[in-house]
Nanobody, 113 residues
Framework: QVQLVESGGGLVQPGGSLRLSCEASGFTVSGYAMAWHRQTPGKERELVALIASGGHSNYPDSVRGRFTISIDNAKNTVYLQMANLKPDDTAVYYC???????WGQGTQVTVSS
């Protein structure tokens, strides 16, 4: 069964860091483009990081230089390293495999003092 399970969310102070994990099962992540999105109530889901199967990554201006997407092939896991977090980064973060529209259940990130 194809599945994505996120973990690592929580409460962090502004300026802090957090690493989200997305463990995949039922397929090999290195063979697909993988992405992280986020969503806040009343807003559309926003793409925050994408890594192509060849390893090239892309980020929107809002997170470029602060967020890094990576893959651990041995663990079949996708990570989102987030640094210098801001209150506007507060959202539910979702792991996604665009091919086949596979989504995880989401993990809450709250940036607040």
């Amino acid at each position: 069964q194809v599945q994505l399970v996120e973990s690592g969310g929580g409460l962090v102070q502004p300026g802090g860091s957090l690493r989200l994990s997305c463990e995949a099962s039922g397929f090999t992540v290195s063979g697909y483009a993988m992405a992280w999105h986020r969503q806040t109530p009343g807003k559309e889901r926003e793409l925050v990081a994408l890594i192509a199967s060849g390893g090239h990554s892309n980020y929107p201006d809002s997170v470029r230089g602060r967020f890094t997407i990576s893959i651990d092939n041995a663990k079949n896991t996708v990570y989102l390293q987030m640094a210098n977090l801001k209150p506007d980064d507060t959202a539910v973060y979702y792991c996604n495999r665009p091919t086949g529209a596979i989504w995880g259940q989401g993990t809450q990130v709250t940036v607040s003092s």
